[in-house]
């Protein structure tokens, strides 16, 4: 099992960017697939993002489609969420969560065992 540590969140004013960062222990980083989902107060647990465990599929929600960018690197042992003109509608507390042998398709929360604690983003307009 990996342990995830969400992190990067903050305030922005719409527009901006932040890029969240999930940084991942444990020695079997490169059997493991990432997502990043966020759930707004009142709101069920939604999918954002994914991206396999080798790198070669990726996957987004259609309300972040060509402004959010996941991403790995085996080297830092570390998942990505690059978030680019953020929208008041983007505000949540974002969670990175993994699941070994991930390839695609993965959309509900149920689909992943291992989560970070969440990193609130803030967007203003």
């Known amino acids: 099992q990996v342990q995830l540590v969400d992190s990067g969140g903050g305030s922005v004013q719409a527009g901006g960017s932040l890029r969240l960062s999930c940084a991942v222990s444990?020695?079997?980083?490169?059997?493991?697939?990432f997502a990043w989902f966020r759930q707004a107060p009142g709101k069920e647990r939604e999918f954002v993002a994914s991206?396999?465990?080798?790198?070669?599929?990726?996957d987004y929600a259609d309300a972040v489609k060509g402004r959010f960018s996941i991403s790995r690197n085996s080297a830092e042992t570390t998942a990505y969420l690059q978030m680019n003109s953020l929208k008041p509608e983007d505000t949540a507390l974002y969670y990175c969560?993994?699941?070994?042998?991930?390839?695609?398709?993965?959309?509900?929360?149920?689909?992943?065992?291992?989560w970070g604690q969440g990193t609130q983003v803030t967007v203003s307009s």
């Open positions: 991206i396999s465990y080798n790198d070669a599929h990726t």
């Open positions: 969560a993994a699941k070994q042998w991930l390839l695609k398709n993965a959309y509900s929360p149920t689909d992943f065992l291992a």
């Open positions: 444990g020695r079997t980083f490169t059997t493991y697939g």
